[in-house]
């Protein structure tokens, strides 16, 4: 975007945004001991474009599932470490985990043991050998309604943004990362300026096609890895993982002078909005409170010296 901004072309875009979110690949989890199994299945998975990772020791499923976010698991019965069933339950035992969707892919064929294999966590029991159309249409239709459900628990429905306790929870899972692997981040606090003053001049659904605004302007402006989140009302949640706080700054900043250009058509006058933003450094110590905490103070600083800027 150059010069100022028209917001109905931005709203337009909001709407593309959102249904072309479901064209991500699916991803799939195999957990299998035979390597033979595991490759064909990955192939036929892969042929339908959908994406796989493969492990051949259940023991390390649970490192994985947290770091391939996986939409659906792929689960073998019968394994040395241990049962399928096992693995399932000790899955299921995850709060995040509760609901991605396990299917059974086994020669088991006694209907009592598969039921029971249900029984233990499971979603669905596919016996061996089967057709790859079978096995393509089960992972589909289960990996999309997983995707609804999900999309509804962690995202915010006016916007599409990440709410305020999965914002939080990205926020937790990328500064746990970037502290193992050495890495800096950053999280940043956006609050709009006078909002209240936007709705009681212009309506209510004037301030929220503002907050609609924003979120789309974020999501376009800001690194397909930083998790933005709609913290509250009117205020977003930036997680950006790798950044300093220097280059923080700076997107942040150029992304506020370029929110202030849009205008939003109204009568009299045209509408524009500004936004304050506070931007805090993971330094080694701090925890998930320190960093909201700190991220806060910033914010309350840009209020305080005069709105429409970025502080840290
Ligand atoms: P400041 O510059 O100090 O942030 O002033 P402000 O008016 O933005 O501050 P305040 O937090 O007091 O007001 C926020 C307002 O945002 C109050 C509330 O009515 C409005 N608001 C919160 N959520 C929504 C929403 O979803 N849609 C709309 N239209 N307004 C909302
Ligand atoms: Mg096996
Ligand atoms: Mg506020
Ligand atoms: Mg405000």
New binding site residues.
Partial sequence: FTGSLDASSLLERIEIFTRTAHYEPFRVLIIDDSRAQATHTERVLNNAGIITRTLNEPIQAINHLAEFQPDLIILDMYMPDCMGTELAKVIRQHERYVSVPIIYLSAEDDLDKQLDAMNEGGDDFLTKPIKPSHLIATVRTRAERARHLKARIVRDS?TGLYNHTHSLQLLEDASTRARRDGQSLCFAMI???????V?DTYG?PM??RV?KSLALFLKQRLRKTDHIGRYG??EFAVVLPDTSAADAFKVLDEIRQRFAEIRFPAQPVDLTCTFSCGITELSMAADTKTLTQQADEALYRA?KGG?NRVER
């Avoid at 609050?191 to 003053?197: A, L, P, R, S």
């Fill in positions: 006016l609050d709009i300026d006078h909002f209240k003053q709705n209510h301030g929220d907050i009302g009117e209020k709105r």
